[in-house]
């Protein structure tokens, strides 16, 4: 069955750091450019990170850029985020999905919440 | 950055009835590199409709989808009870951009 399973949510206190994975199940992921995408509660999609499928290029919306580090480990079939400095309008559910053109396969998402 | 606006922000219909969701773009989508998606509560997203007009995989055919440059259409022919959520466009032609959504409700 292909599919995206995050991890690595929870709560943390402004400031603070916490580290996202995805891993793939069903498929490999090192063909695939790869991305996280983030939804306030209540709120729409917001797109915050992409990484090529080998890793050498990544971007980033303006809103993480600096404090976020999107990475990929091919061997493990996994995609990270390492979230520094964190605020509390981070707060979201963040979810890894694959880039076809379209994302095709999304995560279920995992909860970060920022607060004191 | 293209910026996507949805209209309207919420679609209020009864099952049978037919959904038009509109997607304007802030300026042309490359080779309508837009897509739609499906979100339920508490669910991730689900990939609709790619290439403004290509259904993706196990989607009925009730779901078409129109337009280029920078007006999309999401139609949704006859709805059924599971069609009550919420839509996103995308554009994937530059980068990539979501709308703000448009929710589809129960009259």
């Known amino acids: 069955q292909v599919q995206l399973v995050e991890s690595g949510g929870g709560v943390v206190q402004p400031g603070r750091s916490l580290r996202l994975s995805c891993a793939a199940s069903g498929f490999t992921l090192s063909p695939y450019t790869m991305h996280w995408v983030r939804q306030a509660p209540g709120k729409g999609l917001e797109w915050v990170a992409v990484?090529?499928?080998?890793?050498?290029?990544?971007y980033y919306a303006d809103s993480v850029k600096g404090r976020f580090t999107i990475s990929r480990d091919n061997s493990k079939n996994t995609l990270y985020m390492q979230m520094n400095s964190l605020r509390p309008e981070d707060t979201a559910v963040y979810y890894c999905?694959?880039?076809?053109?379209?994302?095709?396969?999304w995560g279920q998402g995992t909860m970060v919440t920022v607060s004191s | 950055e293209i910026v996507l606006t949805q209209s309207p922000g919420t679609l209020s219909l009864s099952p049978g009835e037919r959904a038009t969701l509109s997607c304007r773009a802030s300026q042309s989508v490359s080779s309508s590199y837009l897509a739609w998606y499906q979100q339920k509560p508490g669910q991730a997203p689900r990939l609709l409709m790619y290439?403004?007009?290509s259904r993706a995989t196990g989607i009925p055919d009730r779901f078409s989808g129109s337009g280029s440059g920078t007006d999309f259409t999401l139609i949704i022919a006859r709805l059924e009870p599971e069609d009550f959520a919420v839509y996103y466009c995308?554009?994937?032609?530059?980068?990539?951009?979501f709308g703000q959504g448009t929710k589809v409700e129960i009259k």
């Open positions: 999905a694959r880039d076809v053109g379209p994302f095709d396969i």
């Open positions: 995308q554009q994937y032609g530059s980068s990539r951009t």
């Open positions: 990484i090529s499928y080998d890793g050498s290029n990544k």
């Open positions: 290439g403004a007009s």
